[in-house]
């Protein structure tokens, strides 16, 4: 087995040297939060979003989308599935309007927020926190993430052989030094 050897990430591969989680692959290199919202978060942000005022569910996806700045653009496919779980647990109703379902929250819906003010809070800065990205921030990230399946890739093409294990290190090196170099231009 190679000599391990930490970047940064807080975790190492067996053989490999590079960040790896339980979950594996990209996401576990620690670079970014595998999800945007973590257990729990979607469900106060909407109730969150709701407490501004009745919504439907593409005013909702709309208003995330803008207030990170274009780094979060919700799906139908997270949305109206919480809707439909926070509407059987009695935090929010809804009622058919010109053709859409809106969304407001319950008395039981408010006591919810009102029960943890903080974690509303806690959500809404640090989405705004991705706005100081903007539009070329999120574009150069966007392209970064297309890096996942290829560095995946590589470290299974690296694993256990000793002179590619090598080879992907030094390109990932050559690629922080060049990075690390960048924030030094004036």
Do not use: C
Request: proline letters at 4%.
């Amino acid at each position: 087995m190679t000599k391990k050897w930490h970047w940064g990430f807080g975790f190492e591969h067996p053989t490999v040297g590079f960040g790896a989680s339980s979950r594996g692959g990209f996401w576990g290199l620690g670079l970014f939060r595998s999800r945007f919202f973590e257990g729990g978060e979607l469900r106060i942000a909407i109730l969150s979003l709701l407490s501004e005022g009745p919504k439907h569910g593409y005013q909702l996806m709309k208003e995330m989308k803008e207030r990170s700045g274009g780094a979060y653009q919700a799906s139908a496919g997270s949305i109206y599935p919480t809707l439909q779980q926070l509407e059987d647990e009695g935090l929010i109703e809804s009622e058919r309007e010109d053709g859409r379902r809106v969304y407001r929250l319950t008395p039981a819906g408010k006591k919810e927020l009102k029960d943890d003010p903080d974690t509303a809070k806690r959500i809404w800065e640090r989405v705004a926190s991705w706005e100081q990205f903007g539009n070329i921030g999120m574009e150069i990230m966007s392209r970064f993430y297309a890096l996942g399946e290829p560095l995946n890739n590589a470290f299974r093409w690296a694993a256990g052989n000793p002179e590619r294990e090598e080879k992907l290190r030094s390109v990932i090196l050559r690629m922080a030094r060049e990075l690390d170099e960048l924030t030094k231009q004036p």
